[in-house]
Structure formats: structure tokens, C-alpha cells
Nanobody, 114 residues
Framework: QVQLVESGGGLVQPGGSLRLSCAAS????????MNWVRQAPGKGLEWVST????????YYADSVKGRFTISRDNAKNTLYLQMNSLKPEDTALYYC???????WGQGTLVIVSS
């Protein structure tokens, strides 16, 4: 069955960095677009970033452009989100989701606070 397992969240000070990982299994990872989505406390879902399955073209929300980098390692069936220059407003539960939006991980919590 399809499984997506996020990791790498935690508490970080403003201006700091974190790298999130999403380990995928149960499907041919390399053939799917992959996404990161987040949900801040008390807020709705916010799309963060997408990477395609072909040439690795990436897409970002304006709120994270220039600070976050999405990448994938198809040999390891893993999706990444490198987050730099973190701000308190980046505090959220971060989910990875397979293209088509039918499968999501359980999320990993990122807290940006001093």
C-alpha cells in the first residue's frame, strides 16, 4: 500500500534551517509529481511546493520562494524540503502528498520560535 512518512521537523529559532524528508513506498515514486503542504495552527491547508516527475521542475508558493528548496532522490524514494531563513509564520504541520492528492503522510511539526 502507498505510504508516505515525513520526518525532520522540530523546534528552530527564527533564521534557522531544517530539512524535512518524506520516505515513500508502495508505488513507483519516480513517476509521480510530489508536493509539500502545510497547516499552521488554527489555519487551513497551504500549498508550499511541488516537484515534477520528469526533469525536476519545481514550483513554490510566494511565501516560501527563495527560502525553501524542494528536491527528490528517486533512488532512495525520498522527497525533501530544505527550509532556510525560517520565520515564526512558517510554524506548521508539514505534509508530503503524492501527485493527485489521494495520498498524504501523517505530517511533521515545525515550530519556529525563539
Amino acid at each position: 500500500q502507498v505510504q508516505l512518512v515525513e520526518s525532520g521537523g522540530g523546534l528552530v529559532q527564527p533564521g534557522g534551517s531544517l530539512r524535512l524528508s518524506c520516505a515513500a513506498s508502495g508505488f513507483t515514486f519516480s513517476t509521480y509529481w510530489m508536493n509539500w503542504v502545510r497547516q499552521a495552527p488554527g489555519k487551513g491547508l497551504e500549498w508550499v511546493s511541488t516537484i515534477n516527475s520528469g526533469d525536476g521542475t519545481t514550483y513554490y508558493a510566494d511565501s516560501v520562494k527563495g527560502r525553501f528548496t524542494i528536491s527528490r532522490d528517486n533512488a532512495k524514494n525520498t522527497l525533501y524540503l530544505q527550509m532556510n531563513s525560517l520565520k515564526p509564520e512558517d510554524t506548521a504541520l508539514y505534509y508530503c502528498a503524492r501527485g493527485g492528492w489521494h495520498y498524504w503522510g501523517q505530517g511533521t511539526l515545525v515550530i519556529v520560535s525563539s
